[in-house]
């Protein structure tokens, strides 16, 4: 079935104006991996901000479906109820509050929604301890607050636990592999591999091959100036790679 459909969205940045999504179209299933690429600055953090109901940005025109919904008429919070899940490029950190509490005050809220009772502490770390060994994580690390003094690779890892404790329908990854080492890379790459089902999917957002040799999209899209210019296999990628931007999105 249909995940998300996003027919013709136009967007601009809500203070100034300036059009920066200029017709973006999309679609994606249940159970698809789908990687978005593109030089910086063509629209890929903006489009998947626009998602996720950013207040820097305003939607101008066109659609976007999310399970059957009307996205655009949702609160953020609403669309991470829903089962949409992003990733940021730079994660935030929030002094004073354990990864522990953190974690589990948002799947409480997101139960809330679902009509699901409140999870104990002790419930729930029965619930997070399987996932937090999938991930090879510490669960010294729930005692830290959130992102503090995380590492890059830390923050990313934190990021598919939050992922993981959520159980999102789609979660967008927007370069998740930005300042990883290949180890930390491969780490994360396995547990997002480990999270994906034939129900739910993943929209990687990535300025490099490399990602995309650990977690395999079924489908490879290059943005060019606000809108998705060229959609195909992994091979596009390898050959974006080879011959670069301009040979794709001129030919
Ligand atoms: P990418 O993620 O592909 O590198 P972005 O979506 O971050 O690109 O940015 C696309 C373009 O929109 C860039 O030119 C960027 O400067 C501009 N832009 C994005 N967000 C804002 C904003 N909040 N204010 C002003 N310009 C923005
Ligand atoms: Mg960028
Ligand atoms: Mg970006």
Known sequence: AVLLE?????????????????????????GEIHAIMGKNGSGKSTFSKVLVGHPDYEVTGGSVVFKGKNLLDMEPEERSHAGLFMSFQSPVEIPGV?????????????REKLGLKDRGPLEFYGF???????LNMDPKFLDRNVNEGFSGGEK??????????????LAILDEIDSGL??????????????????????????HYQRLLDYIRPGFVHIMEDGNVVKTGDV??????????YKAITSA
């Open 6 to 30: 996003v027919k013709d969205l136009t967007a601009v940045v809500a203070e100034s104006g300036q059009k920066i999504l200029n017709g973006v179209n999309l679609t994606i299933r249940e």
């Open 98 to 110: 354990s990864n522990m509490d953190f974690l589990r005050m948002a799947s409480n809220a997101q």
């Open 128 to 134: 997070l301890s399987p996932k937090l060994s999938a």
């Open 156 to 169: 990313k890892r934190n990021e598919i636990l939050q992922l993981a404790v959520l159980e999102a329908d």
């Open 181 to 206: 080492d290949v180890d930390a890379l491969q780490d994360v790459a396995k547990a997002v591999n480990g999270l994906l089902t034939s129900k739910n999917s993943v929209l990687m957002i990535t």
């Open 235 to 244: 091979s596009l990628a390898k050959q974006l790679e080879k011959e670069g």
